[in-house]
């Protein structure tokens, strides 16, 4: 007895895949912040970051939008930030230029993206604290 399908192998893998595909996840959300609920959000914290799996560093916000940094395992750097088309931009004092990045609410947390940057090059926030920096020597934060 030879029994009939309605449908023949080849395209019943290809319905398999189809619904495969549409019960895939939708990818994760991403919304930027505005420059002033990131205020709101970073001002009296202490933020840590990581990069690519790894503790990259960590950033203290201040009032009047100024700020410390530190590599991780580095030393202090003193810089601000200001708003520019949306984004929020750093100057340091080590550097002239300014740094812009989108700060992303993600459905993991916050991260922050360079502008023009890809996802691979988020900051991904792995905590924070009201603790300011601990600086060595007679630098900022000391």
């Known amino acids: 007895i030879v029994t009939s399908t ?8 290809a319905l398999l895949a189809a619904g495969l595909a549409c019960a895939s996840p939708p990818a994760a959300a991403e919304v930027a912040m505005t420059p002033e609920e ?8 202490t933020i840590y970051f990581r990069r690519q799996g790894q503790p990259y560093g960590a950033e203290q916000y201040l009032p009047g939008r100024r700020t410390i940094w ?30 812009c990045w989108a700060f992303l609410v ?5 991260a922050a993206r360079p502008v023009s940057g890809l996802p691979l090059d988020d900051l991904e926030v792995i905590g924070e604290t009201r603790e300011p920096l601990a600086c060595d020597g007679p630098a900022i934060g000391a």
């Open 106 to 110: 993600t459905e993991d947390g916050h």
């Open 6 to 13: 309605p449908y023949p192998a080849l395209p019943r893998v």
């Open 70 to 99: 530190t590599f991780l395992g580095g030393q202090c750097i003193g810089g601000f930030w200001y708003a520019e088309g949306g984004n929020i931009c750093f100057v340091y004092e080590d550097d002239p230029e300014s740094q």
């Open 38 to 45: 990131f205020e709101a959000y970073s001002t009296g914290k």
